[in-house]
């Protein structure tokens, strides 16, 4: 997984960098590492989170009805 890819399926996914860290017991510094290319991304990380970001797009949360305003 490229620093770009990694950081657009945070977006889709909605996580920040830190949240990420938090949610996979990682040390915050090396998620902005793999965020800025500093370190490779582990494949079993960058796989996961693909999948994740995959199945939000394919399958996006619904979104509140919008109000008719008369």
Request: hydrophobic residues 40%; proline residues 10%; contains cysteine.
């Amino acid at each position: 997984m490229t620093p770009d890819r990694f950081r657009e399926c945070l977006d889709i996914l909605g996580w920040s960098q830190r949240g990420f860290a938090e949610m996979i017991h990682r040390d915050p510094r090396q998620i902005r590492r793999w965020a800025a290319g500093q370190y490779s991304i582990p494949d079993d990380v960058g796989a996961w989170l693909e999948r994740r970001a995959t199945a939000m797009q394919a399958d996006p949360p619904p979104l509140p009805a919008k109000t008719q305003v008369a």
